[in-house]
T-cell receptor
Framework: EAGVAQSPRYKIIEKRQSVAFWCNPI?????LYWYQQILGQGPKLLIQ????????DSQLPKDRFSAERLKGVDSTLKIQPAKLEDSAVYLC?????????????FGPGTRLTVT | GNSVTQMEGPVTLSEEAFLTINCTYT??????LFWYVQYPGEGLQLLLK?????DKGSNKGFEATYRKETTSFHLEKGSVQVSDSAVYFC?????????FGQGTRLTINP
């Protein structure tokens, strides 16, 4: 079974530029998550999708971050414009809908450096 | 809100030493508890989990017991190896949301 795919793996941009990350979850997984992991901290949930609908985006900085999952499969996270404090690893995870204790499977992440 | 607190790192041990990484949590109700591991250059992997009080999760020689009375889920291993060097994250899950601790970097010296 193929895992969660993310691209690119690394990205360096200047502040005020835009950037987009792509995620393809495990086939058949209805739930998709985007996390932000700042160096030295644990991952923090940015947004959760169930199929193509948003379940929770309470911690997404909506003035600059946006995400979509148009067909309920792959997803894109965008930052526009980027700030220095957005430097982090962006993790995508997916899980099947099978009750409260299902496991989330993580992709390798995209490391973003904003200069 | 829900939160997870892990012992401060980094932790450095010699091979074959006993390992404990402390984790405590704050939550309403009864969350599921997890330990994730992040090896250098790799993504997060689930190491073990426990879904109810007194459950013991185990994998690859690691163990952790869900202690409701002390709201703890400490990670232990009897004899660590160099290959266990990684960052370890304690996490709780409730209402489909994972909340992570800050991570503990573990280095094992031969």
């Amino acid at each position: 079974e193929a895992g969660v795919a993310q691209s690119p793996r690394y990205k360096i941009i200047e502040k005020r530029q835009s950037v987009a990350f792509w995620c393809n979850p495990i086939s058949g997984h209805a739930t998709l998550y985007w996390y932000q992991q700042i160096l030295g901290q644990g991952p923090k949930l940015l947004i959760q999708f169930q199929n193509n609908g948003v379940v929770d985006d309470s911690q997404l900085p909506k003035d600059r971050f946006s995400a979509e999952r148009l067909k309920g499969v792959d997803s894109t996270l965008k930052i526009q414009p980027a700030k220095l404090e957005d430097s982090a690893v962006y993790l995508c995870a997916s899980s099947p809908v099978a009750g409260e204790t299902y496991e989330q499977y993580f992709g390798p992440g995209t490391r973003l450096t904003v200069t | 809100g829900n939160s997870v607190t892990q012992m401060e790192g980094p932790v450095t041990l010699s091979e074959e030493a006993f390992l404990t990484i402390n984790c405590t949590y704050t939550a309403t109700g009864y969350p599921s508890l997890f330990w994730y591991v992040q090896y250098p250059g790799e993504g997060l992997q689930l190491l073990l989990k426990a879904t109810k009080a007194d459950d013991k999760g185990s994998n690859k020689g690691f163990e952790a017991t869900y202690r409701k009375e002390t709201t703890s889920f400490h990670l232990e291993k009897g004899s660590v190896q160099v290959s266990d060097s990684a960052v370890y994250f304690c996490a709780l899950q409730q209402a489909q949301k994972l909340v992570f601790g800050q991570g503990t970097r573990l280095t094992i010296n031969p």
